[in-house]
């Protein structure tokens, strides 16, 4: 019974506890206090998932704030190109506008237009290869994708096709690209060449709005708080490598060291753009607070990623072909449905060099 004592205290409010007290006095066991330590961002996480008013407000649908992200209500008017916002959280439409056309000044409206509402459709495209290089190289060094394989002459794209037997979608589940990256992408840019007649979309979720909303005693355990990133989480998730072929992607070999990799970045990060801050994880990359074990880390996680996903942080693309997508992975997330069986899907992409977190 080492490091235990006896007391009278009453710590269980359970009815069968309130009535053998008051029958009788029972001794309880309790353990002896421990001393006081460092706190740790998932201290007081109770808190949070029980007694917060962001999660009574998450049970009682008709009490729940209205959030938005302002560019989405109030939109500029640009002179190059017209813009359409899609939602009240993210995401805008793009028209009047070829993207291989675009003289300086149209280049500098499109990245003001990038920074407002974080990801832009722009529709009718027709591009080749080098043209998708050419725009990507706008807006910084291109990086080849070190899990899966480039197209053939072309190491800066990756190509992804779902075919009709093909059972596995390349990045369904929530996520920032490559947040085990040291200087993790800063763009990610899509481009169809065809899809389904229906399904196949691709969400896209608000890490401000998700920052902003967060309480602010949670907000005060987090700022400052880092976080481990891993590759080998997403690699748990694909198929085994005797369905490897089913996949829209080919991915590489487990013994990769691109499947190996962990990084340290911290839990909110500040844009270096917009100078605003937004909550930095999920549940494709990131394992477990810094000074923390996984299951120690894992409830408070949990809650941050459900919580970055809320549906009205989120928006939702409808694809065509010939539609380009670019999106801000410093401050969004995105998911890729795999809704379409028997159909076929195809996409090329290409990732932007990014900086370190911070």
Known sequence: MSGLRLTRRRPFTLPWIERLHRRRQIWLITPTPELPRKS??????????EGSSMARYQQTYQLRAAVAHGPQLNPRNYEHFDIEPVCGALGAVVTRLDVKEMDE?????????LAEHLVLFVRNQVLEPEDLKQFG?????????PTSDPMPGHPEITAF???????????????????????????????????PAVGGDTSYANLYLAWETLPDELKKKLDGAQAVNSSKLSYLGLPSLDDRSKASASYKSEDDEAWNTE????????????GRKALYVCDCYTAHFVGETQDDSLPLLRQLFDHSIRADFTCRLRWRPGTLAIWDNRCCLHFAHNDYPGSVRSMWRTIVEGERPV
Request: contains cysteine; neutral net charge; proline residues 8%.
């Open 40 to 49: 740790r961002p998932s201290d007081r996480c109770h808190d949070f998932l």
């Open 105 to 113: 000044s149209a280049f500098k409206e499109f990245e003001t237009a």
């Open 137 to 145: 190289n706008r807006f910084g060094t291109l990086l080849s994708y």
């Open 161 to 195: 096709r779902s075919k009709p037997e093909t059972q596995y979608n390349f990045g369904g589940s929530w996520h920032s690209d490559s947040m085990f990256f040291e200087c993790p992408p800063k763009y990610t840019i899509l481009y169809n060449l065809e899809c």
């Open 263 to 274: 990084i340290v970045h911290p839990v909110v990060r500040t844009h270096p753009v917009t």
